[in-house]
């Protein structure tokens, strides 16, 4: 018997030795981890240092001297600040500028000519004073002398600043402090109205017996295979300015709130859809038998038992909502007409103003209900696990005649819905000039007839979808792989899992507008990737990693942890057991991450829309841009092309994953 | 001694290891001040152990005892935060997992899903420059020394539980190792199928000669299987020794409550060597105890003694003497536990507290026994065992 003894001994805690396999994993960790920097963490911080930094003429900053014609006789030396007190070239307002921002020097200079063989003196009277000279950069308190021909070519920089005078000029600013809003209260009346719609179909699919139960599955998850704009051009088409249904809306407009609400029920519908629809699944029959045993009525049962259950689907199911439609570019942006959402103003003070310090603003209070949404659903998702018993008993639905048409019913409905929607586009596509002449063409096919890239474009798309999806699946598993299944650098492991559930939380519009401050900067060694496709590969794997992450840890997670203490005292190498064991027998999860990146690849807009060049226009933002130039049955049928590819991607998706399962999971 | 084991008949015979100075030296696997902490936690207090070549020994206690992290640590799974780990002679303290010498069985099975039964157990056997022709032939072996030989080709989940442990252990020891590690290897599996693997593991283990160590909290387990017991408690050791020691003479009261079942009475050391329990004194040895000196007396309840009405009357033929600290007793509950009867007894003498006797069936027919009958139980003296207060 051993005395126990209430003190540790003296000395140094072990460490154990690392072995090959612990460098080679510490490698691939600090690889990837690199990635999610480069690719994350670099780039919003980046953003966030620039929605703070305000740019601004220094006019005091820069001191001037002029010759007579000999160029060997000066005058006094003076500032711009007061060259410009007395002629007042510039005003106020102008000062106030952004980092592009340039001054001529020759407009302090009224009778200035290139000719002349006056010369000029220029310096700075701070060392931070910067002008350029062509693309020169000229610096410090040194005297230059050029001239005329060569002033001519001198502009003054702005001084930055750092502070908060950005948001001070957001929200003094009523049209775009609007926004934030009509931003949320688009978000909120779609969250309602979704989860509702939502709850009564996952309740229609889990405790009824009505039929067709597998097609209304499929039917209520289509959304998910177009992009956010093709509702928006559904609905132009069904309640606008031609529209059949016009009259219905009883002459409101669909441009602004009510198409946007229209819109977001349908694209965000599969999401909270699923969510509910998997909460509802791991309903415990004893639970309905317990209340039918006590004698509650079918309400109390209903609100005592099914809507608790679902409790904590329903609330992710509703942040999901939210942070889909707050986030969202596309739809707003065809059927949004006047009515200010956040995103669109990011795209909007980028693309239209160029006024990125103001862009990196809206990106930052965009950030804020996204982060908050998801903080509040991960701390949502961590207790629903805690609910789940191993010895419930599945609930299977007994017939009731009234219910299950009640149910059948609404589901029609919705799925008529649905359908319609995408039905609408397909007609829009496929006819010669909505409403008026309905004969069938494939003229509106013709993409390269038109702007917005062309057949190339949807090609880029396929090959943007492919490379996301190949590349995007190896890091991914591979990242979820160090996290879940590395020993030690516990602290590494952490930051890494952060970083990988950090892209949830980040809008499309917010990480793309990163992209341009991050990577579009010479100074930056990665800046070559700016405008290629590496960057755009790049910017959607991170865009879309946190569910993929989640799917790859989930796969992993059902592994015995054992296999690798076997693996180990058998003394293999770990790459063995990896590629032996491990990855076939996580395949299935791999496949799924690469059906969902491949499929958001192609109907992402919003992050791209920032980071695509010539020569990698996408189909997404071709539908986007077609819209905005008028053609919209063209843009209706690039989004259709993103449908059927999709639908393909998906099928072919289901075939090669039923291939390899009979033949490498044989066990199964 | 030495001269009595040079003529043991078999050299591969494994030492019947009864406590420490058994071991032959030097041990194969030494432990030495070992140390767990997880933050304020301690899980492992100044271990130290040693164990000999060929033994079976199993780390035995309640949950959250400390005994797999102990096994974790020896397999390099669980690095321990202080002490040494010494096996075959080479310091293994912080050797990573994949350079020990062991090999490992857990309760889990563990098995690759997606791979046959065959390649299981070929897993540590390939990539290691062995011809195909030999691994194949070293694993049809394997599967025969398991009882298995006919399911080479199917894969982990078309098995039972047994059939998979027994995999699972071909696997492990496929290479040869010089430690075999088994972390409750038959806590998952049904009461049936449990006795039967334990005396094949058992069998197996004497047959290969392998040291093994198998971490258990079945305490049926751990004395039928061991050559010696580890009882761990509150991550300290509380007692070392073969099952029979263990059983019969736990040093601590833990390890006395824990093996087996009890009574545990309240008492105290009189000034003429007895012990007062309730109202009388008991005959018992009182070892390292003084006078006056609280404690807690033990006795189980298969060790109580019935005598029907009058012990004076009825003389066993193996028990000649005179019986002592025979006591009156009425039975207030009888179970029928199929082997034996388990009485709850009330004696005036005791005290208020209840006694538990397990009587066999026969003893209860011959003498008549039923609820509410009194009758006369002896407590023997030696059975009766005295723990200081509060130890």
């Not at chain 1, 670099?42 to 820069?62: C, H, I, N």
């Not at chain 1, 996204?370 to 017939?399: C, E, G, T």
């Not at chain 1, 008529?416 to 609408?424: K, Q, Y």
Request: glycine residues 8%; charged residues 15%; contains cysteine.
């Amino acid at each position: 018997m051993s005395l126990a003894i209430d003190y540790a001994p003296p000395g140094k805690r072990l460490r154990q030795q690392t072995s090959r396999d612990d460098r080679v994993k510490l490698g691939f960790m600090a690889v990837i981890g690199l990635y999610l920097i480069v690719a994350l963490g670099a780039p919003l911080f980046v953003m966030l240092s620039k929605s703070l930094s305000t740019y601004r003429f220094d006019l005091a900053a820069f001191e001037f001297q002029v010759s007579d014609e000999t160029g060997k006789t000066w005058a006094d030396a003076v500032t711009a600040e007061a060259l410009n007190r007395d002629l007042g070239v510039v005003t106020e307002k102008d000062l106030a500028t952004n980092s592009d921002g340039r001054l001529a020097a020759t407009k302090f200079f009224p009778e200035f000519n290139f000719r002349s063989p006056v010369h000029y003196r220029i310096r700075g009277t701070a060392d931070g004073a910067a002008f350029l000279v062509g693309s020169t950069l000229e610096k410090g308190i040194e005297w230059r002398e050029y001239d005329s021909a060569t002033f001519r070519r001198v502009v003054l920089r702005p001084a930055s600043t750092f502070g908060i005078e950005n948001f001070k000029t957001y929200f003094s600013t009523p049209a775009l402090a609007r926004s934030i809003y009509n931003s949320v209260l688009m978000a909120s009346i779609s969250t309602v109205v979704t989860v509702s719609i939502a709850f009564a179909l996952a309740y229609a699919l889990t405790r009824s017996c009505m039929p067709l139960k597998g097609l209304f599955r499929g039917i209520l998850t289509i959304p998910i295979l177009v992009p956010s704009l093709l509702p928006g051009i559904a609905l132009v088409y069904l309640f606008g300015n031609q529209g059949v249904f016009k009259d219905w809306l009883l002459g409101y407009s669909i441009y602004g709130p009510i198409g946007i609400v229209i819109g977001s029920v349908f694209f965000t519908l599969p999401h909270a859809f699923l969510i509910i629809l998997t909460a509802l699944s791991v309903a415990d029959a004893r639970h309905y038998e317990a209340a039918a045993s006590l004698k509650a009525s079918k309400w109390r049962t209903f609100t005592t038992v099914t809507v608790p259950g679902a409790r904590y689907g329903l609330v992710s199911a509703a942040f999901v909502v939210f942070t889909l439609v707050i986030t969202d570019f596309g739809l707003p942006k065809v059927i949004g007409g006047q009515y200010g959402m956040l995103a669109v103003d990011i795209y909007k003070q980028v693309i239209g103003q160029q006024n990125f310090e103001m862009g990196a603003v809206v990106s930052v209070i965009l950030l804020v209900p996204a982060v908050l949404a998801f903080v509040v659903d991960r701390r949502m998702q961590k207790r629903q696990v805690a609910l789940l018993s191993a010895r419930a008993v599945p609930y299977a639905p007994k017939p009731s005649g009234r219910r299950d048409s009640l149910c059948f019913a609404f589901s029609c409905l919705v799925s008529l819905f649905v359908l319609g929607m995408i039905a609408m586009c397909q007609i829009a596509a496929l006819v010669k000039f909505w409403p008026y002449d309905l004969t069938l063409t494939t003229k509106n096919f013709a993409f390269d007839l038109m702007d917005g890239g062309g057949w190339a474009a949807y090609a880029n798309s396929i090959k943007l979808a492919l490379l996301t999806a190949i590349f995007g699946s190896v890091i991914v598993f591979a990242g979820a792989y160090m996290v879940e299944k590395a020993d030690g650098f516990r602290l590494g492991r952490g930051v890494f899992h952060f970083l990988a559930m950090m892209p949830m939380a980040v809008p499309g519009m917010v990480l793309g507008l990163a992209y341009i401050f991050f990577f579009n900067n010479p100074a930056n060694p990665l800046s070559s990737i700016y405008g290629t496709m590496t960057i755009l590969v790049v910017c959607t794997v991170t865009h879309f990693y946190t569910v993929a992450h989640l799917t790859a840890l989930t796969a992993l997670k059902q592994m015995d942890p054992e296999f690798e203490s076997v693996g180990a005292s058998l003394k293999q190498p770990f790459h063995r057991l990896f590629f032996r064991v491990t990855l076939p027998v996580c395949l299935p999860a791999i496949l799924n991450i690469g059906i969902y990146l491949f499929v958001n690849a192609m109907t992402t807009v919003s992050a791209v829309v920032f980071l695509y060049s010539t020569d990698t226009k996408l189909a997404s933002v071709a539908v986007l841009n077609m819209d905005d130039a008028g053609d919209i049955a063209p843009a209706a049928a690039m989004g259709m092309m993103i449908f059927y590819t999709n639908v393909v991607a998906k099928l072919l998706h289901a075939a090669v994953s039923r291939g390899l399962l009979t033949r490498t999971q044989a066990w199964r | 001694m030495r001269h009595a084991l040079s003529i043991e008949p078999t050299p591969t015979s494994i030492p019947r290891a009864a406590d420490q100075a058994n071991i032959p030296s030097p041990p194969y696997l030494e432990i030495r001040d070992l140390w767990k902490s997880y933050g304020d936690f301690t899980a492992l207090r100044d271990i130290s152990l040693d164990i000999g070549k060929g033994e079976f020994v199993c780390f035995l206690g309640p949950s959250g005892c400390g005994k797999t992290t102990l096994l974790r640590a020896i397999a390099g799974l669980d690095l321990q935060s202080h002490g040494m780990i010494r096996q075959g002679g080479r310091d293994i303290s912080i050797l990573p997992a994949s350079k020990r010498d062991y090999g490992i069985v857990f309760q889990s099975y563990a098995l690759f899903p997606n791979l046959t039964i065959e390649q299981n157990i070929a897993f540590g056997l390939e990539n290691t420059g062995r011809p195909k022709a030999e691994v194949a032939g070293r694993v049809a072996e394997l599967l025969e020394t398991v009882g298995l030989p006919a399911q080479a080709k199917k894969y982990p989940a078309q098995l039972s539980g047994g059939q998979q442990q027994r995999i699972a252990l071909a696997r492990a020891i496929a290479i040869s190792p010089g430690l075999l590690l088994l972390d409750e290897p038959l806590s998952a599996l049904d009461a049936k199928v449990r006795v039967h693997l334990r005396h094949e593991i058992k069998a197996l283990q004497r047959k290969l000669g392998v040291t093994t160590i198998m971490v258990t909290h079945d305490q049926e387990e751990a004395l039928a299987m061991a050559d010696r017991i580890v009882v761990m408690n509150h991550g300290v050791i509380e007692q070392v020794g073969s099952p029979t020691e263990i059983y019969r003479h736990p040093t601590t009261l833990f390890v006395a409550d824990f093996i087996g079942e009890t009574n545990k009475f309240p008492a105290r050391v009189l000034p003429d060597g007895q012990v007062e329990i309730g109202h009388s004194a008991f005959s018992c040895p009182t070892d390292g105890l003084a006078a006056g000196d609280a404690a807690t007396a033990v006795v189980r309840p298969v060790d109580i003694i019935p005598h029907g009405a009058d012990a004076h009357a009825v003389h066993s033929l193996d028990r000649p003497a005179t019986p002592q600290n025979l006591i009156d007793a009425q039975v207030h509950e009888m179970e029928f536990l199929g082997m034996f009867w388990r009485t709850r007894l009330s004696a005036p003498r005791l005290g208020d507290q209840a006694l538990v006797a397990d009587f066999s069936v026969n003893a209860v027919r011959r003498l008549r026994i039923e609820t509410g009958g009194v009758i006369q139980v002896e407590i023997p003296r030696e059975r009766l065992l005295l723990y200081p207060r509060g130890a």
